[in-house]
């Protein structure tokens, strides 16, 4: 038995992850402590699926606003996930886990196609799920995939991880002294307004069908093991908790 609070999760890696130092692209080295956090949660049996970004590489609203069609520009979007998709099974290689990539368009010399009750089988013998383009449709983010996804395999949380430690009542590069919520219900989060954490359509189907999120650091050592053992990090939103500043 685990003593994790939670047994199956969606983990939503953004792009920048894999960024490292650099202003772009994927910097093995940055793939690689990403790979041992979830080494950490995977030899506790905790089942792990793992949605990628790829905002390291390209965005789709940037791509448009350059003059490339939105559609175009979104489906190349998707593209860039399923290269950092294969950084990071590479890098899960490499410490010894076990992954599949599933991918939301087909490209079977590459990648499994996603097919849920695969994803789910792998998740139970013990293998990494990284699923890679999203939804596989253009106009919505990584976000909205990681949601979809987290509740198509019953996960019990969407751990988001982010470059902040959770969700601040305020942008804290603007305002030093803001509070980080410990928690916060979703009619709140959805309302926080100019906080930009996550998508809203995602936030809003977490919350229709009761899904809690967890909004936290990647980078600090032994987070994801902390988040995933119930310590008070990040911030977690859910229907179930009233709005609460840390402190
Ligand atoms: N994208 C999309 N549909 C999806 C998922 C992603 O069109 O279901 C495109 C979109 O252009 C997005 C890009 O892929 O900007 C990369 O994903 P995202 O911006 O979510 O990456 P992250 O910010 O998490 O690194």
Redesign the pocket.
């Known amino acids: 038995m685990s003593a994790t609070r939670f047994q199956r999760i969606m983990l ?1 890696v ?3 992850a894999l960024m490292g130092s650099r202003e772009y692209g994927i910097d093995p080295k940055a793939a690689m402590q990403v790979a041992e956090q979830i080494k950490q949660v995977y030899i506790k049996h905790v089942q792990i699926a793992l949605v990628m ?4 590489i ?4 940037a791509g448009s606003k350059n003059g490339i069609e939105r559609a175009t ?3 190349m ?2 593209l ?2 399923v290269m950092n998709a294969l950084a990071l099974q590479d890098a899960l290689e490499k410490t010894g886990v076990p992954s599949r990539v599933q991918s ?1 368009l087909q490209m079977p010399a590459v990648a499994e196609s996603f097919i849920r009750r695969k994803a789910m089988r792998h998740m139970e013998k013990g293998r990494v799920v990284i699923l890679a ?13 990681a949601s979809l996804h987290a509740l198509e395999l019953k996960c019990n949380v969407l751990m988001k991880a982010t470059k902040v430690d959770g969700i601040y009542e305020q942008d804290p590069k603007k305002f030093p002294k803001a509070k980080r919520f410990k928690s916060l219900s979703f009619t709140d989060a959805i309302q926080l307004d100019g906080i930009e954490v996550m998508d809203t359509a995602a936030l809003a189907m977490a919350k229709e069908n009761d899904m809690p999120v967890m909004v936290f650091e990647l980078f600090k050592k032994n987070n994801l093991q902390k988040a995933v053992e119930g310590e008070d990090i990040g911030t977690y939103v859910s229907n179930n908790v009233q709005t609460q500043l840390v402190g």
């Open positions: 939503k953004g792009g920048e970004g790829g905002g390291n390209f965005r789709g609203i520009a979104d489906y979007g998707m860039a996930t939301a383009a999203g939804t596989g449709v253009p106009y919505v983010t990584t976000d909205t995939g």
